[in-house]
């Protein structure tokens, strides 16, 4: 690379929407390539948005700081999106309703085992309390895990690439899982992976179907509220 090109990198990746158009780029490709092999779990256009950007960042020799100035308005739209979620959920109001029992069952049931899931990782590999106190949340959408990390002494950036990697993994593992244990209910599917990969399995719900992603929309705000409050309690456990 000659000095010029030097230079002319170091003009645009200095610039916040340089990182921003590439993030978006980067993602829009991954989606499109998502759709040629229909929607196939393996091909998670988070996931491989991810590691192209991190291949991008290291290779560059790019600061993360440097990167989320310029990609912050996108983690800014979290907020707005997650609220967006109402509206299939106000449309599907009457089928909601309706599951009322069951959801508040799963609800219980599903984040108390992501919480004590932590717990016990953290117990058989003796973990260090500050990383076993970040991870507490990890099943919740991310600012609302990293806003709970922080009030109970976690790290709040460890928080979000758990909860990042979280997402990941559930929105990936989901379908083939389900499918193995021949759950078909879309009320069912939705709700469980939304409580375990908030939005990112949530998001990957709506591509299967939209009673799906609604459900998935409604396990993943529900299981916010119910984790800022377990989270706590679990802390008290660790003597964190």
């Known amino acids: 690379m000659t000095a010029a090109d030097n230079g002319l990198w170091s003009h645009l990746s200095g610039g916040a929407l340089f990182w921003l158009t590439l993030t978006l780029v980067v993602y829009t490709v991954a989606d499109r390539l998502s759709l040629l092999v229909r929607r196939n779990p393996l091909a998670n256009p988070v996931l491989h948005s991810v590691w192209v950007i991190g291949v991008i960042l290291v290779l560059s020799g790019t600061p993360y700081e440097t990167y989320f100035n310029g990609a912050y308005f996108i983690h800014f739209l979290l907020g707005p999106a997650t609220v967006a979620l109402a509206l299939p959920l106000y449309e599907n109001r009457r089928i909601v309703l309706r599951s009322l029992v069951p959801i508040v069952a799963a609800l219980v049931v599903g984040s108390c085992a992501t919480i004590g899931s932590v717990l016990v990782c953290g117990m058989v590999f003796d973990l260090p309390a500050m ?110």
């Open 131 to 240: 990383i076993t106190i970040s991870a507490l949340p990890k099943s919740a959408t991310s600012g609302v895990a990293m806003g709970i990390s922080q009030s109970v002494g976690g790290d709040a950036s460890l928080t979000a690439i758990i909860v990042v990697a979280t997402g990941i993994a559930g929105a990936v593992m989901a379908t083939p899982l389900l499918n193995l244990l021949r759950i078909e209910d879309r009320r069912a599917r939705g709700f469980a992976v939304g409580l375990a990969a908030h939005g990112v399995g949530t998001a990957r719900a709506f591509q299967v179907h939209p009673l799906t992603g609604t459900f998935a929309g409604v396990a993943m705000s529900l299981n916010g509220l119910l984790t800022a409050v377990l989270v706590p309690l679990a802390v008290t456990l660790i003597g964190g």
